[in-house]
């Protein structure tokens, strides 16, 4: 079982840049698949990035691609860097864990453990 638990989010403005973190239980984070996702009202979740167990290789998705930065630490944290901000970046952030071994990336049924998420609203 891993508990994961969200924070950094907030209310900012376009342009700026925040950082949201995902610590947690379990295994230290490079032994997972890990991803960040996210949701705004009435729409379905979405792929944000994903690093790849021990590898470090990183995936993201087009909207955020240039502007985001996901990363982790030698422990149990998940980051999400997140530059230059648009409002279209307004969402709930969720940090998830452990894909299942020939899933994609991409999608959030692939993994298994979710935190509560953390809401980022962007101003315009």
């Known amino acids: 079982q891993v508990q994961l638990v969200e924070s950094g989010g907030g209310l900012v403005q376009a342009g700026d840049s925040l950082r949201l973190s995902c610590a947690g239980s379990?295994?230290?984070?490079?032994?997972?698949?890990m991803a960040w996702f996210r949701q705004a009202p009435g729409k379905e979740r979405e792929f944000v990035a994903a690093?790849?167990?021990?590898?470090?290789?990183a995936y993201y998705g087009d909207s955020v691609k240039g502007r985001f930065i996901i990363s982790r630490d030698n422990a149990k944290t998940l980051y999400l860097q997140m530059n230059s901000l648009k409002p279209e970046d307004t969402a709930v952030y969720y940090c998830?864990?452990?894909?299942?071994?020939?899933?994609?990336?991409?999608?959030?049924?692939?993994?298994?453990?979710w935190g509560q998420g953390t809401q980022v609203t962007v101003s315009s």
């Open positions: 998830t864990a452990e894909r299942s071994s020939g899933t994609s990336f991409y999608t959030p049924s692939s993994y298994a453990y």
């Open positions: 379990g295994r230290t984070f490079s032994t997972y698949d």
């Open positions: 690093i790849v167990r021990n590898s470090g290789r």
